[in-house]
């Protein structure tokens, strides 16, 4: 089994519609984290969990919203999308957020197009 | 703010040659700094990292240099084979806990 898991690979929505993403870890991992992949740019963070934890919020709008549950898994729900919100979204994982010697493992992403 | 270049954005070799990817980054205060590939569709697989206090690191054809003072980092792979074929990704560890990266060398190998 693949050391993080996204679902599902693939989303259609639109603007006005109310869908989650799911993102989970069997690696035993404290930290997970949110990353926004578009077209023609570098992967750019959205969150960080610590612990169940946010740690970090990277100026996202509000129509993303986190949550973390438990250490293995990992939620992004979304609502009210705008077309440039279309992009590949990553999970991924690390042992901890500390650390400078911890490579984070990410998952295959949720391809998000909104109509 | 950290900035990290790749060069080139893109590059086709035929299968065999040796070849260098390049990685650049505006702040040298980095933890350290990761080698990643990306398939078409997928996500990102880590190759290799680099700790700050380190020079290189090696993974069977691949090599990747490290020299934070200029703020320069190569991904070197030795004798290319098609199933190379990728998006190769630099990425930087500063103080905080995002990784910075870099928009990709798409890497083409020619059988």
């Known amino acids: 089994e693949t050391g993080v898991t996204q679902t599902p690979r693939h989303l259609v929505m639109g603007m006005t519609n109310k869908k989650s993403l799911k993102c989970e870890q069997h690696?035993?991992?404290?930290?997970m984290y949110w990353y926004k992949q578009s077209a023609k740019k570098p992967l750019e963070l959205m969150f960080v969990y610590s612990l169940e934890e946010r740690v970090e919020n990277n100026s996202v709008p509000s129509r993303f919203s986190p949550e973390c549950p438990n250490s293995s898994h990992l939620f992004l729900h979304l609502h009210t999308l705008q077309p440039e919100d279309s992009a590949l979204y990553l999970c991924a994982s690390s042992q901890d957020i500390r650390g400078g010697n911890q490579p984070q493992h990410f998952g295959d992403g949720t391809r998000l197009s909104i109509l | 703010k950290q900035e990290v270049t790749q060069i080139p954005a893109a590059l086709s070799v035929p299968e065999g040659e040796n070849l260098v990817l390049n990685c650049s980054f505006t702040?040298?205060?980095?933890?350290?700094l990761q080698w990643f590939r990306q398939d078409p569709g997928k996500g990102l697989t880590s190759l290799l990292l680099?700790?700050?206090?380190?020079r290189e690191q090696t993974s069977g054809r691949l090599n990747a240099s490290l020299d934070k003072s200029s703020g320069r980092s190569t991904l070197y792979i030795a004798a290319s084979q098609p199933g190379d074929s990728a998006t190769y990704l630099c990425?930087?560890?500063?103080?905080?806990?995002?990784?910075?990266f870099g928009k990709g060398t798409t890497l083409s190998v020619s059988s």
């Open positions: 702040d040298s205060a980095i933890y350290n």
């Open positions: 690696l035993g991992h404290n930290a």
């Open positions: 990425a930087v560890r500063g103080a905080g806990t995002a990784l910075i």
């Open positions: 680099i700790q700050s206090s380190q």
